[in-house]
C-alpha cells in the first residue's frame, strides 16, 4: 500500500517534471526559430520599389516610428527627408505644381534641399541618404 | 621713383588706417566722463550695430569729432545739431537708410524702403505731415543709440520684444483714446494664441504686432485685407473659406475671418465653438435655417473624431504601459492627428458633407491603431495565461516534492 | 544495464569522487541550515543568466549601428524574445540579491573563519565578478539609459591614479563612448568574465565540497541529512521558486528598450545606476569635488576600495572567530556598518 503510493507519488512527480522541462523548452525552441520577416531598422528602410514614382511627384513613408518623404525630382533623381515639418510636427508633403515641400498647417515651403524657403518652420527638414538596390529603394540615416 | 611711390602709398595708407581706426573721439572722450543721459549713449552706441559698421556721433549729431574745447565742437559751424527733433532725426535715419547705393555696401540684400514706407503709416502721417509730434519715428522703436538688428536678441524688435516695444504707447490708454484706439491690444494680444505660441513655445515666427500691422508702414489691416493677412500661414483655410457660402462676405459688410476669431485675442479654436445651442454661428443664423443644421452635424463629426481619438490613445498608453513597443501605432496616431487637423481646417468651407469625408481619413487610421492596440492587449493576456499555466505547474511540482521530502525524512527515522 | 554502463565507465574513469558526493555528502542540520540556500540560489539564477545570455547571443549584434536595433528586433519580432530578455535583467537584480544575502548569511555566522578563509575570498571576488558583469552588460541595449550608464560609469575609471586614463581609453575603446566600447564591453561580458567566474565558482564550490558546511560558532547541530537527494531536492524546490517570481517579474513588468542612444543628447533627468551600485554612486556624490587638493573622486574610489579590502581581509581580522569563540564585535560592526548603513544609503540614494 505504503509502497504503492510511493510509486504513485513518482509517477506524478516525473510527470509534472516532464510537463515543467516541456513549460521550459517551448518557448527556447520557439525562440531559436529565426524569424522570417525582414529585420526591421530605424536606420535604413525601404521607402519604396524603383517604378512606382514618376519625375515630380513625391509619398510619404514609414522611418521607424516617424514619418518620412520620398521625392523624386524633376530631374528624376530620389531624395528623402523626415517628413515632420520643423514648426508644430505636422506632415509635409510634395507639392509637384510648385516643386517644393509643403506644409498644409502654417503654410510652410521647403525647398528640394529641405530648406526652408517660406514660412514659419525655423529648422530644415532633415535629409536621408537615398539607394537603390535591386528592385527596392532605400532611405538611410545619415550619421550624426 | 617707385620707391617713392611705395613709400608714399605706404604712409597714406598707415593715415587712412590711422584716422578709420581713430578709437576715441572727442565725442567719446569728453561724453564717457559725463555723468546719466550724457554718458549712456556712447556705452549703447558702442554695442550697437552702427559702431560695428563705423558709424559714428557726427554721422547723425554733427559737430566736429577732433575739436579740443566743448564749444568747438558743439559749434553749428562744423553743422552741429545736437538732439534731433522727430521729424530731423526721421530724416537722418532716412539719409542712409533710404540710400541704396549706401546700404548694399553692408548688406547687399538691404532693404531701403523703410522711410518710405513710414511716410504711408499713421505713425508717419502724424510726424511728418500733421507734425503732431506724437507719433513714433525710427528711434521710437528702434532705439536711439543702441539700435540693433531685428534678429538681435537684445533688440527692442526681436520678435519676442516687439509687443513691449509697440505697448510702450499702444497701452497708454489715455494717450490712445486721441487716437480712436481702445488700448487693449496689447493686453488682449497676450492672451491668444499666438502670444502663446510666441512666449510659451519660444516660436518665433509667431505672429506678434507687425506681421499682422506691417513694420515701418503700420496701418491696421483692412477689412478688405484681413482674410489675406490671416491667410499668409492659413494658407488652406483661406482656400476652403474662399469656396464657402461666405465668400461673399465683404458684399454683406462683414470682417471675415475676425467676426469668429476675433482680432488681437485670437484663442485656440475649439469644438465648442460649434456647439449645439451655443456655436458661434448663432451670432448671425437663426435657429431653424438651414445653416445651423450644417453646424450641427459638423459639430458631432468633430467631437465623434476627438473622441475616438482620445480612446484609441488611451488603450495605445494602456498597452504601452504594460509593457508593450507601440511605435507603430503611435505613428498612426500621429498621421491620424494630422487628418484630424485637416478635418477641422474642412469646416471653413461650411459644407457638413465635406467635413464628414475629411474625418473619415482620420477616422480610419485611428481604426487602424486601435486594433493594434487591441492586438497587443491580447497577447499581454495571452503572456499571463502562459505565466499562469507555467506558475501553476512548478507550484505542483513543488507540492509533489515536498511531500517526497517529508515521505524521505519519516522514513530516514524508521530505519535506524 | 545502469549497471552495466556505470561499470564500463568506471573501468575507465574513477568516479569515487562523484559516488563520495552523492553518498556521503552531508548537510548538518541546526537553526541555520535555511542560510545554506542563498549559495545555491545564486547559483541557479547565474545558470539562468548563462541560458538567457547565450539565447540572446542569437539575435544580438554588438555594434553601435545595430545593437539598439538587434534588441527591438529581438523584444517585438523574436518569438519569447521579450521573455528572454526580461528573464535576462531580472535575472541580474535576483542574482545580485542571492548574492548579498549570501555574503550576508555567512558574515553573520562566521563562515570565513578558519579554515574557509580561501572559500570567503573566492566568493568575495565573485561577488566583484557579479558586479562586473551588470556593469559590463548594462550598456549593451545602447539605449539611452545604457549610454549615459556606460559614460558615467567609465568615467570614474579614470579618476584611479596613474594607469586611470589609459585603462579608461582601453575600456572605451576610444576617448569617447562610441560603438568601440560595446564591442569591448560585449568582450568582456560574454567571454572575459565568464570564463573567469566559471574557473572561480568551480573552485568556490571544490572549497565547499572538500571542507562541508560550516557550522555557526556554538552551534551543535541536531543531526545532518545526506546531500543527494535530501538537500538537493529542498534546493530544487527553492529553485522552482525562484523560477516563478523569476517569470512572473518578467511577464508582469517586461524590460523597456527606451529611447536609441544619442550622442550629443543631454542626460535624461533623474538618471541613477542598479540599486546595488547605489551605496557607492551615493558615496561618490556625497564627496566634494576636491578635498586638500586631491581630486574627490579619487578620494571616494579610495574609500571604497579600502572598504572592499577590509571584508577581503575579514577572516584575517577576526581571530577570534578563529579560535572558535563568538566575536560579537565583527556581528556589531556587521549589523551597523554592511547592514543598517548600506540599507540606509540606498534608501536614500533611491530616494533623492
Same mark, same amino acid.
Given at each position: ?144 | ?416 | ?124 571576488? =565573485?561577488? %566583484?565578478?557579479?558586479? &562586473?558583469? #551588470? ?5 549593451? @541595449?545602447?539605449? +539611452?539609459?545604457?549610454? *549615459? ?56 564550490? =571544490?572549497? %565547499?565540497?572538500?571542507? &562541508?558546511? #560550516? ?5 551543535? @547541530?541536531?543531526? +545532518?541529512?545526506?546531500? *543527494? ?124
Amino acid at each position: 500500500m505504503n509502497a504503492s503510493r510511493r510509486k504513485f507519488l513518482d509517477g506524478l512527480l516525473g510527470l509534472f517534471s516532464l510537463a515543467g522541462l516541456a513549460a521550459l523548452a517551448y518557448p527556447i525552441l520557439r525562440y531559436i526559430t529565426p524569424i522570417k520577416k525582414r529585420e526591421d531598422s530605424t536606420l535604413s528602410v525601404v521607402a519604396s520599389k524603383i517604378n512606382v514614382l514618376t519625375p515630380n511627384t513625391g509619398k510619404l513613408f514609414k522611418f521607424g516610428s516617424k514619418p518620412g518623404i520620398l521625392i523624386m525630382t524633376p530631374e528624376g533623381k530620389y531624395r528623402a527627408f523626415s517628413a515632420v515639418c520643423t514648426h508644430l510636427g505636422c506632415i509635409v508633403q510634395y507639392s509637384s505644381k510648385d516643386q517644393q515641400i509643403w506644409c498644409p498647417c502654417h503654410n510652410g515651403w521647403f525647398d528640394l534641399n529641405g530648406h526652408v524657403v517660406s514660412g514659419p518652420p525655423p529648422r530644415d527638414l532633415e535629409r536621408y541618404t537615398v539607394f537603390i538596390k535591386g528592385q527596392d529603394i532605400i532611405v538611410k540615416k545619415e550619421k550624426a | 621713383m617707385r620707391k617713392i611711390i611705395t613709400i608714399i602709398l605706404v604712409f597714406t595708407a598707415l593715415a587712412v588706417y590711422q584716422n578709420v581706426h581713430a578709437e576715441e573721439t572727442s565725442c567719446q572722450a569728453c561724453h564717457a566722463k559725463l555723468n546719466g543721459r550724457l554718458s549712456e549713449p556712447v556705452t549703447q552706441w558702442k554695442n550697437s550695430v552702427h559702431h560695428q559698421a563705423g558709424i559714428s556721433c557726427t554721422n547723425c549729431h554733427g559737430g566736429d569729432p577732433a575739436a579740443r574745447s566743448e564749444s568747438s565742437a558743439h559749434n553749428e559751424k562744423t553743422g552741429w545739431i545736437g538732439k534731433p527733433g522727430p521729424i530731423k532725426s526721421v530724416r537722418i535715419c532716412g539719409n542712409c537708410h533710404g540710400n541704396e547705393l549706401f546700404m548694399k555696401k553692408f548688406d547687399p540684400n538691404a532693404r531701403t524702403d523703410q522711410l518710405k514706407n513710414y511716410l504711408t503709416s499713421n505713425h508717419g502721417i502724424n510726424i511728418m505731415f500733421k507734425k503732431d509730434g506724437k507719433g513714433a519715428t525710427c528711434v521710437s522703436c528702434h532705439g536711439a543709440h543702441d539700435v540693433l538688428k531685428a534678429m538681435n536678441p537684445q533688440s527692442h524688435v526681436y520678435p519676442t520684444r516687439v509687443v513691449e516695444t509697440c505697448a510702450k504707447c499702444h497701452a497708454d490708454k489715455k494717450l490712445m483714446a486721441k487716437y480712436g484706439i481702445s488700448g487693449n491690444e496689447v493686453s488682449e494680444y497676450k492672451k491668444s494664441v499666438h502670444a502663446k505660441a510666441l512666449y510659451e513655445g519660444h516660436d518665433l515666427f509667431a505672429p506678434t504686432c507687425n506681421d499682422c500691422h506691417g513694420n515701418h508702414g503700420a496701418v491696421p489691416p483692412k477689412a478688405a485685407s484681413i482674410e489675406d493677412v490671416c491667410g499668409l500661414c492659413h494658407a488652406l483655410d483661406q482656400k476652403l473659406f474662399n469656396e464657402s457660402p461666405h465668400k461673399a462676405w465683404k458684399e454683406s459688410g462683414l470682417r471675415g475671418c475676425m467676426e469668429c476669431h476675433g482680432n488681437h485675442a485670437i484663442l485656440k479654436p475649439t469644438d465648442a465653438m460649434l456647439a449645439p445651442g451655443k456655436g458661434i454661428c448663432l451670432k448671425c443664423h437663426e435657429t431653424g435655417e438651414k445653416a445651423l443644421k450644417t453646424m450641427n452635424t459638423m459639430y458631432s463629426t468633430l467631437t465623434g473624431l476627438k473622441r475616438k481619438m482620445e480612446n484609441t490613445k488611451k488603450l495605445v498608453d494602456t498597452a504601452s504601459e504594460k509593457g508593450m513597443p507601440m511605435d507603430d501605432a503611435l505613428l498612426i496616431l500621429q498621421e491620424a492627428r494630422n487628418s484630424y487637423i485637416k478635418s477641422h481646417t474642412a469646416i471653413h468651407k461650411f459644407n457638413a458633407a465635406y467635413v464628414q469625408q475629411t474625418a473619415q481619413g482620420a477616422f480610419k487610421e485611428v481604426i487602424k491603431a486601435q486594433k493594434i492596440a487591441h492586438a497587443r492587449i491580447a497577447e499581454i493576456k495571452k503572456r499571463r495565461a502562459f505565466f499562469y499555466w507555467f506558475g501553476a505547474v512548478i507550484i505542483l511540482l513543488i507540492l509533489l516534492l515536498s511531500i517526497k521530502i517529508r515521505i524521505m525524512v519519516k522514513k530516514k527515522k524508521r530505519l535506524p | 544495464m545502469k549497471e552495466k554502463m556505470l561499470n564500463w565507465v568506471e573501468e575507465r574513469f574513477d568516479l569515487s569522487a562523484i559516488r563520495h558526493l552523492t553518498r556521503e555528502k552531508t548537510v548538518p542540520v541546526h537553526r541555520y541550515t535555511p542560510f545554506y540556500y542563498f549559495g545555491g540560489l545564486a547559483l541557479f539564477f547565474f545558470v539562468v543568466q548563462i541560458v538567457t545570455g547565450i539565447l540572446l547571443m542569437l539575435y544580438y549584434k554588438p555594434t553601435g549601428e545595430n545593437a539598439y536595433e538587434s534588441i527591438r528586433t529581438i523584444m517585438t519580432q523574436v518569438r519569447f524574445g521579450w521573455l528572454i530578455r526580461s528573464i535576462h535583467v531580472w535575472g541580474t537584480n535576483l542574482m545580485m540579491l542571492a548574492v548579498l544575502l549570501h555574503t550576508f548569511a555567512k558574515y553573520f555566522l562566521k563562515a570565513y573563519r578558519k579554515p574557509r578563509e580561501l572559500t570567503w575570498i573566492s566568493g568575495f571576488f =565573485l561577488l %566583484v565578478l557579479a558586479l &562586473g558583469f #551588470s556593469f559590463t552588460g548594462h550598456p549593451l @541595449p545602447w539605449n +539611452e539609459f545604457a549610454y *549615459f550608464a556606460a559614460k558615467i560609469g567609465t568615467a570614474s575609471i579614470g579618476s584611479v591614479p596613474l594607469v586611470g586614463p589609459w585603462l579608461l581609453e582601453a575600456i572605451r575603446g576610444g576617448q569617447g563612448v562610441t560603438g568601440n566600447t560595446i564591442s569591448r564591453l560585449f568582450a568582456l561580458h560574454v567571454v572575459v568574465l565568464p570564463l573567469v567566474t566559471i574557473g572561480l565558482v568551480i573552485l568556490h564550490l =571544490l572549497f %565547499v565540497q572538500i571542507q &562541508g558546511s #560550516s557550522v555557526p560558532i556554538k552551534v551543535k @547541530p541536531v543531526g +545532518e541529512i545526506p546531500f *543527494f537527494p535530501n538537500f538537493f531536492l529542498r534546493d530544487l524546490r527553492v529553485w522552482m521558486g525562484a523560477l516563478i517570481v523569476l517569470v512572473g517579474l518578467a511577464t508582469f513588468i517586461p524590460a523597456e528598450l527606451g529611447k536609441k542612444a544619442a550622442q550629443f543628447a543631454s542626460a535624461p533627468a533623474g538618471l541613477k545606476p542598479d540599486w546595488y551600485f547605489l551605496p557607492m554612486y551615493q558615496i561618490l556624490k556625497w564627496i566634494p569635488s576636491t578635498i586638500l587638493g586631491i581630486s574627490g573622486e579619487l578620494i571616494g574610489i579610495g574609500l571604497i576600495s579600502t572598504g572592499a579590502l577590509l571584508i577581503l581581509v575579514v577572516p584575517f581580522l577576526d581571530v577570534k572567530a578563529s579560535r572558535e569563540e563568538e566575536s560579537t564585535w565583527f556581528t556589531v560592526i556587521g549589523v551597523f556598518v554592511l547592514f543598517v548603513f548600506m540599507l540606509a544609503i540606498t534608501i536614500y540614494a533611491k530616494l533623492y
